[in-house]
């Protein structure tokens, strides 16, 4: 009987332990879970730990049941009823705070957005007068680019002219490459 005394008695710390870890938990999920990857994180360990907890709630029931006096049975029983109920209570709890808690990031990533667009908004209107200049800019790029080409291009007729005139007179080209290098 002692044995068992014993055994009940280290089931029971493990479940107070357990409670007051999930509990802990659940208070973080209110106080720090200001992402939804920081209130995933809080739930899955709270979730987790209540997990563990009916675990160990059925094994303290198993163990009443097992018990040879039916005044300890009894009183072993009763506790198991009052730890389901504390237990529905700490998932209800647990529910609240994740509610809450996922109320509160939408509630302020709906504010990020809502600011966010109001300053694109801003900013478009300050890139109007760059854009602006950025394309005088371009402009005046693609003229100097075009007054480049079209002297090229007149450089190459030249260029073909002289080749032509090759043709007929070799001599006559090569008096006339001198004269262009000197």
């Known amino acids: ?44 360990q709270a979730r987790e730990k209540l997990k563990t907890l009916r675990e160990k709630i059925d094994d303290l029931e198993q163990l009443g049941h097992e018990q040879d006096q039916e005044s300890d049975k009894n009183a072993i029983l009763a506790n198991v009823k009052t730890l ?17 808690s996922q109320l509160t990031i939408d509630k302020k ?3 990020q957005l809502m600011f966010g667009s109001s300053q694109i908004r801003h900013r478009a209107h300050g890139n109007k007068e760059t854009l602006a200049k950025m394309a005088v800019d371009i ?28 043709r007929e007179s070799p001599s006559q080209f090569i008096a006339v490459s001198i004269s262009d290098a000197g």
């Open 1 to 44: 009987m002692a044995a068992e005394n014993i055994h009940v008695r280290l089931c029971l710390q493990d479940i107070i332990k357990l409670d007051l870890e999930a509990k802990a938990l659940i208070q973080d999920i209110k106080d720090h879970a200001d992402t939804v990857d920081s209130l995933d994180y809080f739930s899955t």
């Open 84 to 100: 389901k109920q504390t237990l529905s209570g700490t998932l209800s709890s647990l529910r609240q705070a994740n509610l809450s």
């Open 109 to 111: 990533t709906k504010e």
């Open 139 to 166: 402009t005046e790029s693609l003229l100097s680019l075009n007054r480049t080409i079209a002297g090229q291009v007149t450089h190459s007729e030249s260029t073909m002219t002289a080749l032509g005139e090759y």
